[in-house]
């Protein structure tokens, strides 16, 4: 089945740098990915998200990087804010059942200090 | 506010008893999935009903039951409760089976 993992646990940063948050999948197969933000006590909120068929895709101070080459996605958040401190999830559909099953990676969780 | 509904915010229970959560989904979402989340497990894909039918079904416990009734709302039942069922469980919903979809607030479920 498919694995979604993250690359770091815990990433921390000063207020105004850029944020880069790693994933990576299992299933080649795969063709559409997307992130969620958790802040605590909350559950988790879509960032963006991106099919397999582009590379890259912006949003507000926030791009995905998909490598389908090594089967990676990277979320990167400009100027991060303190208000962005939370846990990221990458999550890809799962090949046997669709969007009937959302395959979670374990989350990185993004310090964002002042 | 996402628009899903969940309920109870919080649960205190002890051992072998049994408990429902409750979610309403979106006003117009026919999809309910429920996910449980827990510190060293990340979210876990239980269950998914469409249009008051189960469709999908992930790791599950035969302890755990849900249904979607023609409301669209959705309950999960939990009995026989374990110190290990004590978790956040989360409750998804989406227009139809084909597109992401949108959390609830969860409810956090704590056996004692």
């Known amino acids: 089945g498919e694995s979604v993992g993250l690359h770091l646990p815990t990433l921390s940063v000063q207020e105004g740098d850029n944020s880069i948050i790693n994933c990576a999948y299992s299933?080649?197969?795969?063709?559409?990915f997307i992130w969620y933000k958790q802040e605590s006590g909350k559950g988790p909120q879509f960032i963006i998200d991106?099919?397999?068929?582009?590379d890259k895709r912006q949003g507000q101070r926030v791009t995905v990087l998909l490598n389908k080459t090594v089967k990676h996605l990277s979320l990167q958040i400009a100027a991060t804010q303190p208000g962005d401190s939370a846990v990221y999830f990458c999550?890809?559909?799962?090949?046997?059942?669709?969007?009937?099953?959302?395959?979670f990676g374990t989350g990185t969780r993004l310090l964002v200090s002042p | 506010d996402s628009g899903v509904t969940q309920t109870p915010k919080h649960l205190i229970t002890a051992t072998g008893q049994r408990v429902t959560l409750r979610c309403s989904p979106r006003?117009?979402?026919?999809?309910v999935y429920w996910y449980q989340q827990s510190l060293d497990q990340g979210l876990q894909f239980l269950i998914q009903?469409?249009?008051?039918?189960?469709?999908a079904k992930g790791n599950i416990l035969e302890r755990f039951s849900a249904q979607q009734f023609p409301d669209l709302h959705s309950e999960l039942n939990l009995s026989s409760l374990e110190l290990g069922d004590s978790a956040l469980y989360f409750c998804?919903?989406?227009?139809?089976?084909?597109?992401?979809?949108?959390f609830g607030s969860g409810t956090r479920l704590t056996v004692v």
């Open positions: 998804a919903s989406s227009q139809g089976q084909g597109d992401g979809y949108t």
């Open positions: 006003s117009g979402d026919l999809s």
């Open positions: 299933n080649s197969a795969s063709d559409y």
């Open positions: 991106i099919r397999s068929n582009m």
């Open positions: 999550a890809v559909p799962s090949q046997n059942t669709g969007f009937q099953k959302l395959v």
């Open positions: 009903y469409y249009n008051g039918e189960e469709r």
